[in-house]
């Protein structure tokens, strides 16, 4: 059994298309503590494989996960009010998505996105261009949270975290999976079952008895 254990705090450890780089060693270990994931990754698109092992001491286990990333957008406008606005460049994970894939690499589950955006406050920007008009600048963060969903209830065994996106001038996305063991509730003992042992008692009370008179 220790040699098992020890087999399954081999880690995680993330495999791309054009680079193998390892990441802080760690494992999902039903009880323990969530498997964090904190990746940068370069301008341009880009896919990972996280590798996790799941321990057999239940039977049955739900797991969770999400993965967050941003991008900020600079947005420019000749009015306060950013009538007719331009996107003069994006930084960041600019799109995502993530599967969950078994040890035979057949898709388990995928993520649903969310996400908002918010404007910082406009600024007044004049260049030292002779004629060139003043216009106003924001930045607008997206902020986006892919989280796994419809994930089926799930044995033992190695699994793989698949992310892939696309990123403008580099980005980092970040995430997490735990898993929780499905522990069988007790099966409390039908009605005739009470009644039999009342009376098997009730026997054996009046058979003392009768020992006792003798």
Request: net charge neutral; proline share 6%; charged share 5%.
């Given at each position: 059994?220790?040699?098992?254990?020890?087999?399954?705090?081999?880690?995680?450890?993330?495999?791309?298309?054009?680079?193998?780089?390892?990441?802080?060693?760690?494992?999902?270990?039903?009880?323990?503590?969530a498997?964090v994931?904190?990746?940068?990754?370069?301008?341009?698109?880009?896919?990972?494989?996280?590798?996790?092992?799941?321990d057999n001491?239940?039977s049955?286990?739900?797991?969770?996960g999400?993965l967050?990333?941003?991008?900020?957008?600079t947005v420019?406008?000749?009015?306060?009010?950013?009538?007719?606005?331009?996107?003069?460049?994006?930084?960041?994970?600019?799109?995502?998505?993530?599967?969950?894939?078994?040890?035979?690499?057949?898709?388990v589950?995928?993520?649903?996105?969310?996400s908002?955006?918010?404007p910082?406050a406009?600024?007044?920007v004049?260049?030292?261009?002779?004629?060139?008009p003043?216009?106003y600048?924001?930045l607008?963060?997206?902020?986006?949270?892919?989280?796994?969903?419809?994930?089926?209830?799930?044995?033992?065994?190695?699994?793989?975290?698949?992310?892939?996106g696309?990123?403008f001038?580099?980005?980092?996305?970040?995430?997490?999976?735990?898993?929780?063991?499905?522990?069988?509730?007790?099966?409390?003992l039908?009605?005739a079952?009470?009644?039999?042992?009342?009376?098997?008692?009730?026997?054996?009370?009046?058979?003392r008895?009768?020992?006792?008179?003798?």
């Amino acid at each position: 059994m220790q040699v098992v254990k020890s087999l399954l705090l081999a880690g995680v450890v993330v495999l791309s298309a054009a680079s193998v780089s390892a990441v802080q060693a760690s494992t999902v270990l039903a009880p323990a503590s969530a498997t964090v994931i904190n990746h940068s990754v370069a301008d341009g698109s880009f896919q990972d494989v996280y590798s996790f092992a799941i321990d057999n001491a239940y039977s049955a286990y739900n797991l969770s996960g999400a993965l967050s990333f941003q991008s900020i957008q600079t947005v420019v406008s000749l009015t306060s009010d950013f009538a007719s606005p331009l996107v003069t460049s994006t930084t960041g994970v600019a799109s995502a998505s993530v599967e969950l894939l078994d040890s035979s690499a057949a898709l388990v589950a995928t993520g649903s996105l969310s996400s908002f955006s918010s404007p910082s406050a406009p600024t007044l920007v004049s260049l030292p261009i002779p004629g060139f008009p003043s216009f106003y600048q924001a930045l607008l963060t997206t902020f986006n949270t892919i989280t796994l969903n419809n994930v089926p209830v799930i044995g033992a065994g190695n699994y793989f975290l698949k992310v892939q996106g696309l990123a403008f001038n580099s980005g980092t996305y970040t995430g997490s999976l735990s898993v929780s063991p499905i522990v069988p509730a007790a099966v409390p003992l039908p009605g005739a079952a009470w009644a039999f042992l009342t009376g098997l008692l009730g026997v054996l009370g009046v058979q003392r008895r009768r020992l006792l008179k003798a």
